[in-house]
């Protein structure tokens, strides 16, 4: 079914895009989309895609969320977060400046406290953090290498 919303969407999407006068720009093509009657229309018309596009929103929204701390909704780790760690690791549990941490093994955000997480979670949480910033940076020198050919 997933592969059906998105065959949808992306049939939509291109068709947006068609009709947008900056086809490749994200806010243009929320406008263009949610503007034009026949493209909301065909969203309507498709059976479960509101609900998936709704899904995929508020998959991104809770994922922010979880990234926060729970007492203020303000990033990072809190007082008393740190306070649970041993003294020689509490600067470091700072810098590294977040309430949670993805651990892809649970498929969930972890609170970032010596009661919750082990040690070879934070190495897990951390190497997935090191691949995707590995393919950004990948992807970026790529660039920097293309801009320097000066076409």
Known sequence: ????????????????????????????????????????????????????????????????????????????????????WPKKLRDLVGEIDCARVFVPSREQFVELDPASITPAECKEAGSYLITKGRDCINRGNKLLRLAKERW
């Open 1 to 84: 079914m997933k592969s059906t919303m998105m065959e949808t969407l992306d049939g939509i999407i291109k068709q947006a895009r068609g009709q947008c006068g900056n086809p490749n720009s994200v806010p243009a093509l929320q406008h263009e989309i949610l503007a034009d009657k026949s493209l909301r229309q065909r969203m309507h018309r498709t059976r479960g895609l509101r609900v998936y596009l709704l899904a995929v929103g508020l998959a991104n929204a809770i994922r922010a969320f979880l990234k926060k701390r729970a007492d203020d909704d303000a990033e990072g780790a809190s007082k008393d977060q740190l306070e649970l």
